[in-house]
């Protein structure tokens, strides 16, 4: 079972900048769609960024322009580099590993807490 642990998380002041990483135990971020998801307090989780196995990224319009994913497929990490926070941004952030194709697989981290606030 490959675990993924994320790191990172923490509180910081509106306008800064943190960044997440998610390490994976096996050797499938290469051959998966990384994603980091982040669920607020009262609300349902959302798709914040993912990269593609080959490298194509979506990000939500929320963070277009301040977030950036990216990965090392060496360290089997993915990363979210969130620049310009806001107290909006405040939520615990999951990533996840997927992919759809054999060998099928979905796995989920267990959540980093950002908290975003003056």
């Known amino acids: 079972q490959v675990q993924l642990v994320e790191s990172g998380g923490g509180l910081v002041q509106p306008g800064g900048s943190l960044r997440l990483s998610c390490a994976a135990s096996?050797?499938?971020?290469?051959?998966?769609?990384m994603a980091w998801y982040r669920q607020a307090p009262g609300k349902e989780r959302e798709l914040v960024a993912g990269?593609?196995?080959?490298?194509?990224?979506t990000y939500a319009d929320s963070v277009k322009g301040r977030f950036t994913i990216s990965r090392d497929n060496a360290k089997n990490t993915a990363y979210l580099q969130m620049n310009s926070l806001r107290p909006e941004d405040t939520a615990i952030y999951y990533c996840n590993a997927a992919r759809s194709s054999i060998p099928r697989y979905d796995y989920w981290g267990q959540g980093t807490q950002v908290t975003v606030s003056s």
């Open positions: 990269i593609s196995s080959r490298g194509s990224t």
């Open positions: 096996g050797s499938i971020v290469s051959m998966s769609t």
